[in-house]
């Protein structure tokens, strides 16, 4: 069969752009265009078999990205599987705030923590764009740290992994600042579509306390914490009201919301 007949068939029973990722993925081309400039091109038994395998997996709703095990976050692919969760382009605005964060305060050699590294997309990214940065990667799951591993050797990023709950093991008494996307999805929250997080690490998605309990434990360590000056979260927008209360009461100041971002002083 060649390129056109299997796109032909495979866009039957996934999105066009889906199909089209799943062949890139197995000829290793990175361009759409060279589907159809080769469109003629007999795929080998080989090639048919794995994508034929990798379109049931789709059509199964499994995410692309598990199935090819790759996903871009600011330009650079990671490599993600199951032990991980699939970084989000929301995640990217953090990347964006941090460098503000430096720019502004000119603090030329950070000491930055992300806590909930998971593939190690935040930690990664930052030591790639600010290479004067000693950035440390915290999970409490070995086999996210082991992701990270992968995909900081893979991308020559010099990281620190750190295998910890929240900040409870810091090699560091003066981080300049913590980043973290931690896992802020309630069981019960109903406007959810919750068949798209089916094939995620549960340790990865859920927190109780409408999905608060793990961020309100950082807040109550970074505030404790005088070294630590700058504290940036993710979480649903629908949170972030009773975040920033939350971080009032201790002490933290709200400088900047940014989408699914929060930026707080302390
Ligand atoms: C929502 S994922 C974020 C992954 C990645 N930072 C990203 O933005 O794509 C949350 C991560 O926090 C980790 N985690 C959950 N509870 C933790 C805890 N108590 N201490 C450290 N890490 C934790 C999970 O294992 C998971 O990898």
Same mark, same amino acid.
């Given at each position: 069969?060649? $390129?056109? @007949?299997?796109? =032909? ?7 066009? #752009? ?17 589907? $159809? ?9 080989? =090639? =048919? ?22 996903? =871009?976050?600011? %330009? ?8 991980? #969760? ?9 990347? *964006? ?7 502004? @305060? ?9 806590? %909930?590294?998971?593939? %190690? ?8 764009? #600010? ?6 990667? $915290? ?46 999805? *309630? ?23 409408? %999905? ?31 975040? $920033? ?22």
């Amino acid at each position: 069969m060649n $390129i056109a @007949n299997w796109l =032909e068939k495979a866009k039957t029973k996934v999105p066009n #752009l889906d199909a089209e990722l799943i062949l890139l993925n197995i000829l290793r081309e990175k361009d759409r265009t060279y589907l $159809i400039s080769h469109d003629t091109r007999d795929l080998t038994e080989v =090639e =048919e078999e794995k994508a034929n395998y990798f379109l049931n997996e789709r059509a199964k709703n499994k995410p692309l990205a598990y199935i090819i095990n790759s996903k =871009e976050f600011y %330009g650079r692919n990671f490599y993600v599987d199951e032990n991980v #969760l699939i970084p989000r382009p929301e995640t990217e605005d953090i990347i *964006d705030v941090v460098k503000n964060i430096l720019a502004q @305060n000119k603090i030329d050699y950070p000491i930055i923590y992300d806590v %909930g590294t998971g593939s %190690g997309c935040i930690a990664i990214t930052l030591k790639l764009e #600010l290479p004067n940065a000693k950035v440390v990667a $915290i999970d409490n799951s070995e086999k996210a740290l082991e992701v990270a591993k992968k995909n900081s050797d893979t991308l020559h990023s010099e990281i620190i992994l750190n295998k910890s709950d929240l900040l409870n093991n810091t090699p560091d008494n003066n981080i300049d600042i913590v980043v973290a996307n931690l896992p802020y999805v *309630d069981k019960t929250w109903d406007w959810l579509d919750f068949e798209s997080l089916h094939y995620e690490p549960l340790s990865a998605l859920y927190s109780s306390n409408d %999905g608060l309990a793990l961020i309100y434990e950082l807040i109550n360590q970074v505030s404790a914490r005088p070294d630590i000056k700058h504290l940036i979260l993710e979480s649903d927008p629908s949170q972030h009201q009773k975040i $920033i209360d939350y971080c009032h009461k201790k002490g933290l100041e709200l400088v900047e919301t940014r989408n699914f971002i929060l930026y707080f002083v302390d």
